[in-house]
């Protein structure tokens, strides 16, 4: 039916075209350029040996995150939260989500007392970039952990990492459930949730929000039922990345 | 069974006992003192005719909330964020989360131009501050709109309130979901959920969240159904304290 | 004579109703939630163990106070200093003197090298709050040094205490002096003075000020006079106080 | 007595050398560089029509005063507040001193709508640093008002200026009360009073704090003895210096 | 001979190789993805109608920069300034130097009240990213004036610029004087020099610091003759990319 | 030529009068009060022995240097940096620059670990306060060293000054090459330099900027020319105010 097909034509459980360019960086020790459509997310993961002073000498490891956006992402420009002297609200939220993301799926006594820092920076905001910073900042992880290994930062056997996890945007547009939710559509939903998923399919971060009227129990199950659906091809996805060679 | 009891003997579905004193500060125009068990939370509504520069000559009002805790307020002593200059992320989080509750049971037409802050002051923590605080926001917002429509800032046939709204902290500790943790079970949970239902039982915000091992679709619903036992005794007791004669 | 009764009654030498509830915090070390008539103050007194890195290695202890105004504790609601990003020049003021006032009257060789923070947070200011705030926050530090000794952190005979502090502010109003200013006598004051004493009756702080036009020796005398007078009964008041068997 | 002679050779009651260079700096509407000895403030007075916006339209006047230190003025360097980010207490405290000072000899009416901003600068600090500040801050603030009454600001037959106003610092060093204390006799003073008086001798603020031992009431009048025949040659000089024609 | 070649084989006066991405972002009015070798920022340039406040009613319009760096561009993580809550120095004197270089070839009169803001940031960082920020932010700009034009925010025949600018880093390394310093390069650089040159050949900037040694005036000649060559260079690129269709 | 003199009858070449007070102050080690004309700089340099944690152990020491405005130094009174919490970019950069221009004539081995920070304070502002300041802080780096060396911090033979270093402005303003822009001149400069020069000739900076016009290589040579002469004169004057016998 016509009436289902959305601003770009996509089916209401389609998501947008996924890439992900693995090692994109050549500084850090892991990273991934992420698109979710036109949202672009840059993902690098900073590994360093020791943990902050909190942690030290309890032999385990700290798994943290940054979120920020270029101010010209967007399209109205943004002041820098560089320039304004503080960091917002919304940065903030999102950094400890990401954050709390990848540690649901580290071992960090297997990391050992080493520090892992993802850093997630939009270069380009289209709707979900909180999603696809999650998603891409595995694959940065992955290969931050391969390297430390490869440095001999951590046995050869350590197995820090406990299964995968990506993460999806879902919403009630209209009266219609629909997945990945770009800009325009996200700034007209009724409810807008972000679900985080292992590769497994357990839950790590159910977040639901009704930005309009209040969402029943039936819309939940039925935004739920999508985001597993769409998570699973993101998590396809990550490994089809991860198993290619990478370049030095 | 013995081994459901909770460490303070509740049954898994038992809340801590709650009370609301409402009316609490003699100078805002709506407070409510609200406890959880140990937990307290000084919730005042400040009403003031206008509304922020970009908002104005749109017809509408505007509800926000700040949340913060007093250093003294936890076991072990905090600094404050006045002295830190700077708001840290959780504080962030929760003021958002608190604002947000509100406005879905807000008709910002029916406000007209006017704006009402809510602040919860947290005096003193045992789990749940950020529950404790949407509950007894609610009661002070409902008596700061209708001292508004007492000096006239309203019309007498107004309605801004479109509903009730309230929030319960569930989770699963050990293999047992439970209903309104206390800071010590909350501490030791697998998964926590953070759950804002109207009065008439739809939801506002579900934000669960792994803490431990990823939680299973069967989990989430068990949570889900005791978060919504507990909401609906939370707003029989607003409606049972909104009901009483206001003191002058 | 009818002209020298104060809006609420009083006479000019008359404290309004002072109560001190004593361990009103379950979480600090002391605590008191004192009211100088709508006037309230919650004390804490947070008691560790060591010094700040300053003064490590040489024996002495360290006692600071915080003060604070919840943002809905006035008449009409300030913005929070935590939000402004910078502790305004009131607020350092009255820390300061809070914290020496309560030096004033500890021996920290007897401390030893332990740390007591003082919170003195308004919840509801009606003029007077400093004054308040050092008043009870002596009953705080008591309960807290008491405890300390009880944990064995003080040495059963050490005795920090060398005397009992509390404060007043009195100040000229038309041409009446008058004693425990509440906030609309405050403002038509002439002349403002907070005066600090211990309970042997010297001055600890002195600290008067021309408001309008600059007052005589005659005028300072006659404030003195009255200071002397209220803090004594604030003595009484904090001795019967402490008198009364601290519950568990 | 050899006994009550001071470090310098000065009598308990004499003060150091005071000079006050008026007109010192080129740019500023009023200005003074005074000296206590080897303490040396640079003060402006910057005058300017109109005032802050929460007093427009009222038809007073405004004058406020800002302190700082160079961050060498004293024997071991200070970090710069700019640098910290953040003004300390004990600036915002004297800054606000000053600024009461200076009001207390102002009439705002008779000023217009115009504001004048003092600023102290400490280029050299030996004691006394505030009491300093507000003896040549009233030179600058003559100048300044004659300035604007030469340009026109100021109706020629305005009064804004009531009386004169000068401080001094007096304190009881060993079992002495002095006056006029330098650095190391403040620093091992037992009680340490400011005290800033009008030219007709009145007080305009009397801060007296106890270092160490709390003080007598027979102690305080001694300091307020001394610290008025202080005044009263401050005063003196402050005239003499104002009776010069002032350089082009 | 071989003992001039770089370690990248490259002679003296040869740079890396230099791309520039036009109109690499979907949201600004104007950008350029430019790289020198390893060095990649991303230059976004925003156009407002309207001045700020302090230029309003004057008839000229305004162009500004902002330079920062992703944290991990570098080969170490450096911590973000949003983070630290002030901007440093070097970020501050970058953005000024790219906001003057663009100013010089901007006829603010022809722009009209009219704002452009132009984004350097740096997303991988191997020397030289100060210079390859004004090559790059010149693009950037000439499509933003298009597209204002296009618009009808600038009249058809409205010359706001005047000329282009690039610029390009020299320096001496061991003896020899280089072009386009790499990181490696510069960081065992004796001087260092940026110099912004115009399209016609004029110096906008000239800025050589010695880091060992100091320099002498046929050192600074020979620098300056290898910065216009390379200049040259890079304002044959500029056109080359300008002169091709921009995508829709 | 009458068309050559300058607004206050000096030729292109001339200088202001240029006068050092060495040792003004009697806190730090070393100390300068510089004048060039209206503008005066105070420069004081404090050793300390150790050094910042990052250098401690490597046997170098560190110099580095802080510029400020007083906020009357300027026509128009400014606001504090210390008041609005953050430090500026153009007081940044002249610190660097001055921090640069220093460590250019210091063997930071020969000066052991040991930190000298210069202090440049502008008491009053008329043009060329970066290059005032440098060469009075020259002036006060040669006596913290002595200092240094006399109380036994340095060993009695170390070198840890290479060269003398002064600085000059000079700039195009009309179509004149001039030398010491006073500030009237500056605002009208179309291109303006600030060169740092050792005693011997070499240079250490040379900040050329085109404010209006972007300016030629002839240019630049006649602003080089005028900058060595400048600097000569003011090598010559610190000579001779550091050989007089420093006062105790």
Chains 1, 2, 3, 4, 5, 6 share one sequence.
Request: charged share 25%; glycine share 10%; proline share 3%.
């Amino acid at each position: 039916m016509t009436d289902t097909l959305r601003t770009d034509g996509r089916t209401p459980a389609q998501m947008r075209p996924v890439t992900i360019e693995r090692g994109w960086s050549a500084q850090a020790e892991g990273s991934a350029l992420i698109s979710f459509g036109n949202t672009k997310v840059l993902c690098t993961a900073s590994f360093t040996p020791g943990v902050p002073r909190w942690l030290s000498g309890k032999g385990t490891g700290w798994v943290t995150a940054e979120y920020s956006m270029l101010p010209r992402s967007t399209n109205e420009r943004m002041q820098r939260e560089s320039v304004k002297g503080k960091i917002g609200g919304r940065t903030h939220e999102i950094s400890r989500l990401i954050g709390r993301s990848l540690r649901a799926v580290i071992d960090t006594k297997a990391l050992g007392e080493n520090t892992i820092v993802i850093d997630c920076d939009v270069l380009q905001a289209d709707g979900g970039t909180r999603t696809a910073s999650i998603t891409g900042a595995y694959v940065a992880l992955v290969d931050a952990i391969e390297w430390a290994r490869a440095q001999g930062h951590l046995p050869r056997n350590a197995k820090p990492l406990t299964d995968s996890v990506a993460a999806v945007s879902v919403g009630i547009v209209g009266d219609t459930a629909m997945s990945d939710l770009a800009y325009v559509e996200d700034s007209r939903a009724e409810t807008d949730m972000n679900v985080v998923v292992t590769g497994s399919g357990a839950f790590v971060e159910v977040q639901g929000t009704a930005e309009g009227v209040p969402f029943s129990r039936d819309e939940l199950n039925e935004l739920l039922d999508l985001a597993l659906g769409s998570a699973a091809e993101l998590t396809e996805l990550q490994r089809a990345v991860l198993a290619e060679e990478r370049a030095a």
